[in-house]
């Protein structure tokens, strides 16, 4: 395959791939929006985390920067498929050369290792020698809405991109098992953001409370910036010691658990 070629198909796989994210994330990010904020606002309203509420202008700011990420995950996307058709990859297409087996386990070791990049990438975003040109434009959001999900810097957007390089670098990967996992991400991501606490009230005490992440804990950590640094499991924010203290009280608090006034939330 000539050069010319290979930038051909790269540049329609930055397009396409930009355009289904683009889909993905405004289907989800659309739909939570009028679930929560919209038509059943009142309904959940108990379930609110923060008692801040996001303002138009910090919506629009989000949608905004959500956009500008999608295009530098179009990039990278462009990039890693040029990488591709060079040979420089582990994709494959022919399901039969690693099994079924593998595709779908493949899924789960992506999410894994998704989870420990974003936790390490995510504390070092946070020292002062980067926070404010790297990480701050996605705390401007102390009240998230879905919205906030990709709502990154250039310089951000690029290292949450990574991830998709450093798997396909190094591990097997079937396309539809990656394109898989990232609607998985998106959709925790958005859900992550919504603000409203979506497990039931026994789920902290729980097994699965035990190993995944809920809105509580990512709300609380756009809160109080300095813990809470898990994307999906809380393994690594128990090993590091980063959950906040005040993380369970937090989540009784927004299932109902406990009044309002035996939690303080300033």
Partial sequence: MTIHDKLARSLAA????????????????CGVWLFFHLVFRTRFRHRRVSRQEPTGRQMGREVLCSMRSIGVFGLVT????????????????????????????????????????????????????????????????????????????????????GIGPLIVFTMPVHPAAFGLFMVWQIAFNVFGHCGYEIFPRWFLGSQAGTLL???????????????????????????????????????????????????NIQ
Avoid at 19 to 28: H, I, K, R, T, V
Avoid at 118 to 124: A, D, G, I, S
Wanted: glycine residues 8%; aromatic residues 18%; charged residues 15%.
């Fill in 14 to 29: 930055l397009l396409g791939s930009s355009l289904s994210q683009l889909f993905w994330y405004g289907l989800l990010a």
């Fill in 78 to 161: 462009g990039g890693v498929v040029y990488a591709a058709y060079s040979g420089w990859t582990r994709l494959y297409v022919d399901v039969g050369k690693y099994g079924w087996g593998w595709f779908w386990g493949s899924i789960g070791v992506m999410i894994v290792v998704h989870d420990a990049y974003f936790y390490w990438t995510h504390r070092l975003m946070h020292h002062r020698w980067l926070y404010r040109a790297v990480h701050h434009t996605h705390h401007l959001s102390m009240s998230p809405t879905p919205w906030a999900a990709y709502a990154f810097s250039p310089a951000e957007a690029l290292v949450q991109a």
């Fill in 213 to 263: 992440n809920s809105v509580t804990h990512h709300a609380l950590h756009h809160e109080k910036f300095r813990a809470n640094f898990g994307l999906y499991f809380n393994v690594w924010d128990r090993l590091m010691g980063t959950n906040h203290p005040d993380y369970e009280r937090r989540f009784e608090l927004a299932t109902g658990r406990q009044r309002a006034t035996d939690v």
